[in-house]
């Protein structure tokens, strides 16, 4: 029988792993698996050897204050990839995490196939991450196609399979009729995956709602969680005294919020595709701890914090960062946009434009689990 180590650092990184393992499961019933990974994982059957949210750290003085704990977790996970020895490690996202596993597992069983799914984003910072991964890593998944030249011009092996989050937004057909008043136009919210994330936009966030509710009463939101982070959204909202809020986990409940929202906040990251796929109009927030944020500032080569705005090299989302991520800023964008619907109609209309230029002609997914069995037989 085959083994395959599923290697994730986040929720993120472990929504889609899960969807690539569904489909590999689907097709093929003699493979064993092992990871470390979330809820998702965790739903389709693949053990994680611990919780996920042991090692899901946010910025540089996170990293740096839990640095002893992080060694002993990526010793500890290469001691288990190693006992486990499997055929593939198949790594996604959290490189920071993930890559140094891949690196160490290698050196010490080159037998063992490595296979990242999602680069690095060596085009925003540490491009010479590149000609390292060349060592240690067989095959990289790449999102978008214009990570390949960087990848090309090193020599290192690489599929540009496409973005999930990109994909057909179909969803199987959910009740959200408890959640959805005919009178209230919805809202949906997305504070982030990791802890330290939501702890810092919560508190604004909620300050926002409460500005909205001061001149009209007649939205709803909803606040799009993850498994892990649900328990801690529901805590702090409870004693708030607000009855238009609601905080949901379920993904397919999510995807048909989504689709009866009006508007969308994200904080930054992957989240903000999906969005732009369901044609929602959003704004994009984020915030970090000043030093975190000057240590940011001196490492990255890019303007913009959102993919979209990235690959266009200007706002087409609007973004809120830093000093600009309060609830009074919040308050001006969100308002601005709903009351001017062809300042939201331009926008997603760029960002639509923006995702048929990267989108795949496939589904990623599939691609990633066809590559998976493809080097599991070879």
């Not at 698996?33 to 979330?38: A, F, H």
């Amino acid at each position: 029988m085959k083994k395959l180590f599923v290697l994730t650092g986040e929720p993120s990184g472990d929504k889609l792993a899960s969807t690539v393992i569904s489909k590999l499961k689907n097709n093929n019933n003699d493979i064993e698996y092992l990871s470390v990974g979330g809820s998702n994982l965790k739903k389709i059957g693949i053990k994680s050897i611990f919780e996920l949210k042991e090692i899901t750290y946010l910025g540089f003085t996170s990293v740096l204050l839990n640095i002893f704990k992080i060694r002993k977790r990526i010793n500890q996970t290469v001691d288990e990839i190693l006992k486990f020895n499997p055929d593939i490690l198949f790594s996604v996202d959290s490189p920071d995490f993930t890559l140094r596993v891949a690196e160490k597992v290698k050196k010490i069983n080159p037998r063992i196939k490595t296979i990242h799914y999602v680069a690095p984003q060596v085009w925003i910072w540490r491009k010479s991450r590149v000609k390292k991964m060349k060592k240690f890593i067989d095959h990289i998944l790449l999102l978008f196609d214009f990570e390949k030249k960087y990848f090309d011009e090193e020599s290192v092996k690489n599929t540009f399979v496409g973005h999930p989050l990109i994909e057909d937004i179909g969803t199987n057909k959910v009740d959200v009729n408890n959640l959805i008043s005919k009178d209230k136009k919805i809202i949906s919210i997305f504070p982030g995956s990791r802890k330290s994330e939501t702890n810092i936009l919560l508190p604004i966030l909620i300050e926002f709602i409460n500005l909205m509710n001061m001149k009209d009463v007649n939205y709803s939101y909803v606040f799009h969680a993850t498994e892990d982070n649900k328990d801690q959204i529901v805590d702090f909202v409870k004693g708030k005294n607000l009855k238009n809020i609601d905080v949901i986990s379920n993904e397919n409940m999510k995807k048909e919020i989504l689709l009866n929202s009006i508007f969308a906040i994200c904080k930054s990251g992957t989240v903000s595709l999906q969005v732009c796929n369901a044609n929602i109009p959003s704004i994009i927030i984020y915030k970090l701890s000043f030093v975190n944020f000057m240590i940011f500032r001196l490492l990255v080569n890019v303007k913009f914090a959102n993919i979209i705005n990235i690959i266009n090299n200007k706002e087409v989302i609007p973004e809120l960062l830093q000093n600009e991520c309060n609830a009074k800023e919040i308050y001006n964008s969100v308002r601005y946009i709903i009351k001017n619907p062809s300042i939201a109609k331009k926008q997603l209309e760029e960002c639509n434009r923006t995702l048929n230029g990267i989108r795949s002609k496939s589904s990623s997914s599939n691609e990633a689990a066809l590559i998976l069995r493809n080097s599991l037989i070879s």
